[in-house]
């Protein structure tokens, strides 16, 4: 009795500090096509830079952004799909930067999923044959997270590998990022 | 300094009624929730401990049925792959940490002050303090499982499967947190139990004299005191590794994978004989009972234990056999393994002697103890052929080492341990457990037992790996498996009827009185339960079977106080008296303390600079905890 | 059962002191726990110096001074410790509140130099494995004497209390001192590993 | 005694006489398996036979007639001296029988594993879920990749690069050898050698997360000319597609998903995250053992991977029914 009434009290503390966790821990291995295809219904901004992400998204609770096993997944696609061979660890090189928080098309998952499916001028060529949408919404998931300001507790570890950079579930990206002198990317943006 | 409560009321001062009403009062525990929670009587912890021990056993049971169920066909789709890796992860962390552990680490907190006489174990707050910290781990690690965030990495979560890259999400975090939980509380019983054996035997209990049992536990806790600050640092790597990057089993900066799995196996080996050695007390205890005599070959026995003890430490590596290490150094290590055969068997030798020697009587605790023999020679004898380098090369991580282990760990430990619950159940209880049931749940579990787990070596020769949540429909073992889930209801159908011979015999046992079985040691010199104080007068012993060398009278010693609680410190080795020490008042703090260490260990799965802030509860509960609070317990 | 009075133990003394003080086996089981927690970090240094092909790894090794300044002090603060306990031992409740805040000043300033003696391992304990180790052999070490500290500072104040004066208060001084050598004692081999292995 | 024994021997033989089987440690194929299994014969009839000389001891202490003793504490010295022989003599006899385990599994250890001097070497990658092989050579453009399947030489060694990308695997074919684990940042090194040709299965046998179940593989057996036609097969590029459906398979392979993480030499498909498809119709199963290499199986894998092997890294990629007509056509036409 007295004991049930203790452990009450507990499991519902551990209820709330988890309240999150249950569906930022969920493993989804399969997603239907009939939501793939819905997925794939993101609708741009005539600018091309946001949109609204379609209402499946957000039904399904924003799992690209939130639950830990995607946002894995998609740094498992980042590098699988030779991400770094222009990003470099999310510090940039031929293509832009993604630590540094700046995002030339707007930080959205519309714009990052958008930009990864159908390419954007200077360079980024799309991925749409090369990956499938579930993959593309775990990738834009992850890019997002390198940039972020303050980390997600679902972020990603570090690699086992060598280590360019803290990880995604460490210190704000931009703590990270020193941009130097020169002001932030006068070069990089949408078409004028 | 002063004397003041020297002149307090004495015990020979007042008749026997008043004594044990006057002690009564001293002793007790306050009714309702806050006496609960602050009580520091190692019955009551004790008895809590056991109970919530064996309730994971009972949830560990279920997990395993789920698993057995999954596996009964091939390819079945009954649960998915994530699940039951959680599920295998769950049983194995649950039955090792949250079971096997702590239930005889709780058997020894009930029972060693009884057994050498005095009136609470040593640093009583700490117990409860260990018990709300098993409790709340426990509670951690069912918690995250409930809501699908339940480990999935195995209960030895070798990284790098464990580590930062291929385990998302907080589910590895909460097995190694967990780990931390249950290590602080199963260290601070072993810290009790030795200072409680060292310091608190009645007078005239030299180290010669001291039961076996609580010899087992000694030398258990040493164990626990040397083995598990390996597997905390282990842990702590793990967790530092995922959270704020470390590199420790990072093999590109230098790190090693290995690494993780020699600090497991330095701990996960002796964690064997943590479990296996209580059980070897238990089991030498009951066989002097129920034979009749004196355990023969006591000092072999002693001996024998202390000698597995230190050998525990020198086995690890049979594990990582197959890792690719210097062939040379494995051999060290077959060499190893193989002598821990010796005294093993000197200990099973010394119980058929004293059961050919004595005159056994067949109630149901000794037919557990046969049953113990007879399964756990089999189980020791695959541990040998384990040992093998090359054997094990061929059965390293399949179900022959599945079917191994449960017979080491079921029929070495668990067997005597159910034996000890209907010996001691009595002394618990005040009432004996059915005889009729006992006999029946023993012939399900014992016969369930063998036929579910011994055609599991079988699986393994047949190449069936472990931790598989399927197995394909052209491999020639789906019969074996079908067998084995279908002999895994009996085995279980025998523990509900032990269960339900429980939950009767507390309702309406026979009353069982001080001593039913006739045993020769101190626990059964006091009435059954015991009485808040354990014993009116502490005893005075003066042979290794203080019940049986004088069974009418008690010698005790008169002379304590009763207005604070007092016991009696000895000297280590003779056990002569030293002082009429002071046992802490009850408190709630350990309680608090609890719970900010749960809050900061939990917190600090989620950000490091939760260590930081939680300290400062911690502190503040450790404070308040220690302060002297005035009562007459601060005499000195 | 009958009980029958076989000794007489009414003038025992009311409490043990030293090694009949249950306080003293306890502290002296939390110091083999926590010393097997120092051999098995060291053991792990060790090991990882010898998987690694050069050590310390892409890391000049650790600056001395704010290490040599960390020792000094803790060397220097076994004299007024031993003294503490000695007192304590004497019951001279005086001289022990004077000790108890002098060891309280010597358990802070080593921990000031420690925070230059983390800076002084010139690596990161996200750079490589040796700093990990590095970090955690520190941080496991610096633990120790937070939690002494702390221990200290209670113990302090409980002094200039009413309860000061109490043979068991002396006791649980000699246990912190006792304590309080154990932390001196395992920064030693610690030391060595982490200032002398890097110059090997 | 020896009667007993022998029955005791007889009756596990029976037991495990179900270990027959291409996947089982006592049915050896392999010089190493056929030593190991030798040992474990030895090592278990004579645990066997110290079972029941412990049971056959407890038995009579239980049930024998003997006096009754009303005081516990009166013990027969004589008695006591002569168990305290027993027991001392038990105890030799129990370290002579460690000894003489230590001692054959030292031997036994010394004998595995015997190379000669030029024999193939193979690399073995265990990765999540699936083997990567690559055949060494000194020349490298001979050298090339396949999965899930090696196929050796009868009769002669073969020497096994063990090498883990991902997580800790374990390379374990019963039938010819124990096991020996595949480790990130490490290199193990595993001799094999068939002594009969013949179809032998492997399987993972340390956890490696969520499809550990279904990471097989098959080792072929064969002789020496069919072991060098297979390779020369293995070196070559991928046949052109024969056929109007294998070619719109072709063109819908490249122009589709499958081609970012599969290579097919001969072609485009470069991609090193799934296994090589050159050779893919040739081998005997796919998924890593987990389908027999049939038209419909391979469709039924590409059309949805994810529920026959939940959480394996090939995606569910939307194709129409013609296109996976195609493609798993022209894949099966890969020989």
């Known amino acids: 009795m007295r004991r049930r009434a203790v452990s009450t009290g507990f499991a519902a503390l551990v209820l709330v500090l988890a309240a999150g966790g249950c569906q930022r821990e969920e493993r989804q291995t399969r997603l239907d096509p009939p939501i793939a295809a819905a997925l794939d219904g993101v609708a741009l901004m005539p600018d091309r830079i946001s949109g609204a992400p379609p209402a499946v998204y957000v039904a399904l609770g924003k799992p690209y952004e939130r639950n830990a096993f995607n946002l894995a997944e998609g740094k498992r696609l980042y590098g699988w799909f030779g991400c770094a061979a222009c990003h470099g660890e999310g510090e940039g090189g031929k293509g832009p930067a993604f630590l540094d928080g700046w995002w030339a098309y707007g930080p959205s998952m519309v714009s990052i999923v958008s930009s990864i499916r159908d390419g954007r001028p200077h360079g ?69 | ?69 999954q596996l009964a066909g091939p390819e079945a789709r009954i649960i998915g792959p994530d699940r039951y890796n959680q599920i295998f992860t769950m049983h194995g962390t649950t039955m090792m940490f949250l079971f096997a552990v702590p239930v005889m680490e709780a058997v020894a907190v009930y029972l060693v002050p009884l057994m050498i006489g005095t009136r609470n174990i040593a640093f009583p707050r700490l117990n409860a303090f260990s018990y709300w910290m098993f409790l709340f781990g426990g509670l951690l690690l069912w918690v995250a499982f409930a809501l699908d965030m339940g480990p999935d990495v195995g209960w030895f979560a070798y990284v790098p499967l464990s580590g930062p890259q291929f385990s998302a999400g907080k589910r590895a975090d909460i097995w190694a947190q967990m780990i931390t939980f249950t290590e602080v509380a199963a260290l601070a019983v072993a810290v009790e139990i030795v200072v409680t054996v060292f310091k608190q035997r009645a007078p005239g209990m030299s180290l010669d004299r001291v039961p076996l049992f609580v010899w087992a536990m000694l030398v258990t806790s040493f164990l626990v005191i040397i083995a598990m600050p390996a597997v905390m640092v282990a842990s702590t790597m793990l967790i530092l590794d995922r959270l704020v990057g470390t590199h420790f089993f ?150 022959f080492v599945v079917a191994h282990f449960h017979y080491v760990l079921i029929g070495g430990a668990v067997f005597p341990l159910l034996g000890a619950v209907t010996y001691w159940f009595p002394k618990f209880t005040g009432r004996m457990m059915s005889e009729r049931l006992g006999t029946w749940s023993f012939w399900l579990i014992v016969v369930g037992f063998n036929l579910t787990f011994f055609p599991m070596h079988i699986l393994g020769f047949q190449g069936m790996p472990r931790r598989i949540y399927t197995y394909q429909p052209d491999l020639p073992w789906h019969g074996l498996n079908l067998f084995v889930s279908l002999c895994a209801v009996m085995l279980v159908a025998g523990f509900v009827l032990f269960a339900v011979n429980v939950v009767r015999s507390l309702r309406c046992g026979v009353p069982a009185g001080d001593n039913p079985w006739d045993a020769p040691t101190l626990e059964w010199a006091t009435s059954s339960p015991p009485p808040p104080y354990n014993f009116a007068h502490i005893p005075v012993v003066g042979g290794s079977n203080p019940l049986w060398e004088s069974p009418e009278k008690l010698p005790v010693a008169s002379g304590l106080c009763l207005d604070r609680r007092e016991l009696i410190v000895s000297s280590v080795v003779e056990a002569q008296p030293e002082a009429r020490e002071s046992s802490p008042q009850n408190s709630v703090w350990p309680f608090f303390a609890a719970i900010a260490t749960s809050v900061m260990l939990i917190g600090s799965i989620f950000t490091p600079w939760a260590v930081v802030w939680g300290a400062v509860p911690v502190f503040v509960t450790l404070v308040g905890w220690f302060w002297p609070k005035g009562t007459p317990e601060d005499a000195a | 059962m009958r009980d029958e009075i076989a000794a007489d133990l009414s003038t025992l003394p009311l409490h043990g002191s030293g ?22 970090g060291i053991g792990a240094y060790f090991y990882l110096a010898t998987v690694a092909p050069a050590w310390p790894m892409a890391a000049p090794p650790p600056d001395l001074l704010p290490g040599l300044i960390f020792t000094g002090l803790l060397l220097v603060s076994v004299v007024p410790n031993m003294m503490v306990a000695r007192w304590a031992e004497a019951r001279d409740l005086r001289k022990v509140r004077a000790g108890m805040v002098v060891m309280t000043l010597l358990g802070i300033a080593p921990l000031v130099a420690r925070v230059f003696e983390f800076r002084a391992m010139n690596v990161w304990w996200d750079t490589n494995a040796y700093g990990s180790i590095v970090w955690m052999l520190l941080g496991l070490h610096t633990t120790h004497v937070l939690t002494d500290l702390a221990d200290t500072v209670v113990l302090a104040a409980l002094m200039f209390t009413r309860h000061g004066d109490d043979l068991r208060r002396y006791g649980d001084v000699q246990d912190n001192a006792l304590y309080w050598n154990f932390v001196v004692v395992t920064w030693l081999p610690v030391y060595v590993c982490l200032y002398g292995v890097p110059r090997l | 005694m020896r009667r007993v024994q022998r029955a005791v021997a007889l009756a596990l033989a029976v037991g495990l006489a179900g270990c027959s089987g291409w996947q089982s440690a006592l049915d050896p194929h392999g010089t190493d398996a056929a030593r190991l299994a030798g040992l474990m014969w030895f090592v278990m009839a004579t645990c066997a036979a110290v079972w029941v000389l412990v049971v056959l001891t407890l038995a009579p202490a239980l049930w024998r007639r003997r006096a009754p003793r009303p005081d516990p504490l009166a013990l027969d010295a004589p008695r006591e001296r002569r168990m305290r022989a027993v027991i001392a003599g038990a105890v030799g006899a129990t370290v002579v029988v460690i000894s003489v385990f230590t001692l054959t599994s030292f031997v036994t250890t010394r004998g595995l594993g015997v190379t000669g001097s030029d024999e193939p070497t193979i690399r073995v990658r265990g990765r999540q879920w699936w083997w990567e092989v690559e055949y060494l050579d000194r020349d490298p453009a001979r050298a090339f990749k396949t999965a899930n399947e090696i196929h050796v030489p009868v009769g002669r060694p ?7 990308d991902d997580v800790i695997h374990s390379f374990w074919v019963p039938s010819l050898a124990g096991k020996q684990d595949m480790i990130p940042g490490r290199t193990n090194e595993l001799v094999i050698r068939a002594e009969r040709p013949g179809l032998y299965r492997g399987q993972c046998a340390e956890f490696c997360g969520i499809q550990h179940a279904h990471m097989a593989f098959l080792v072929v057996a064969e002789d020496e000319v069919a072991y060098a036609r297979w390779l020369e097969i293995q070196r070559s590029d991928a046949a052109p597609p024969s056929g109007p459906e294998q070619e719109a398979g072709r063109a819908a392979f490249l122009s589709r998903q499958c081609a970012a993480c599969h290579t097919v030499r001969g072609t485009p498909a470069a991609g090193t995250t799934g296994p090589d498809l050159t050779h893919v119709g040739s081998r005997r199963t796919i998924g890593a053992g987990l389908l027999d290499t049939t038209r419909g199986a391979m469709a039924a894998w590409i059309a949805d991977p994810q529920t026959l092997k939940p959480g394996n890294n090939m995606p569910l990629v939307p194709l129409d029914a013609d296109a996976l007509r195609d493609i798993s056509a022209y894949l099966v036409g890969l020989e």
């Open chain 4, 158 to 164: 073969v020497r096994l690069r063990l090498e883990g």
């Open chain 3, 19 to 40: 090694t009949a003080s249950v306080t003293w086996w306890g502290t002296l089981a939390f110091i083999l726990i926590e010393g097997t927690g120092f051999a098995v």
């Open chain 2, 1 to 69: 300094m002063t004397q003041d409560h020297d002149a307090g009321t004495r015990d020979h001062q007042v008749d026997r009624t008043m004594l044990e009403a006057r002690l009564a009062k001293t002793w007790r525990t306050d009714p309702g929730l806050w006496g609960a929670l602050a009580t520091v009587d190692h019955k009551i912890i004790g008895r809590r401990y056991i109970v919530t021990a064996f309730v994971f056993l009972a949830l560990g049971g279920v997990l395993a049925m789920l698993m057995r169920l």
């Open chain 2, 250 to 399: 990072n093999p590109a900066e230098g790190g090693d994978v290995l690494l993780w799995q020699h600090l497991f196996w330095f701990f996960g080996h002796p964690e064997v004989y943590i479990i296996f050695l209580p059980a070897v007390g238990m089991v030498s205890t009951m066989v002097a009972t129920f034979a009749r005599r004196p355990v023969f070959g006591y000092l072999a026995l002693v001996m024998a234990m202390v000698a597995t003890g230190i050998l525990a430490f020198g086995l690890w590596v049979h594990h990582m056999f197959v890792t690719g290490l210097p062939r040379l150094g494995e051999s060290f290590f077959t060499a190893s393994s193989m002598a821990i055969a010796v005294p093993a068997g000197i200990q099973i030798f010394c119980w058929i002697a004293t059961l050919w020697s004595g005159t056994p009587r067949f109630a149901t605790p000794l037919l557990w103890v046969v049953a113990f023999i007879v399964t756990f020679v089999i189980g020791g004898l695959t541990g040998v052929m384990v040992a093998s380098v090359p054997f094990d090369t061929q059965v390293h991580d399949t179900y």
């Open chain 1, 124 to 192: 980024m060529p799309p991925f749409r044959d090369k990956m499938t949408t579930e993959q593309i919404w775990q990738l834009a998931g992850y890019v997002q997270t390198i940039g972020a300001y303050s980390a997600k507790t679902a972020a990603p570890g570090r690699s086992d590998a060598k280590q360019r950079r803290p990880a995604e579930n460490r210190a704000p990206a931009a703590l990270l990022f020193d941009p130097g002198p020169t002001p932030l990317h006068p070069d990089q943006g949408p078409e004028p």
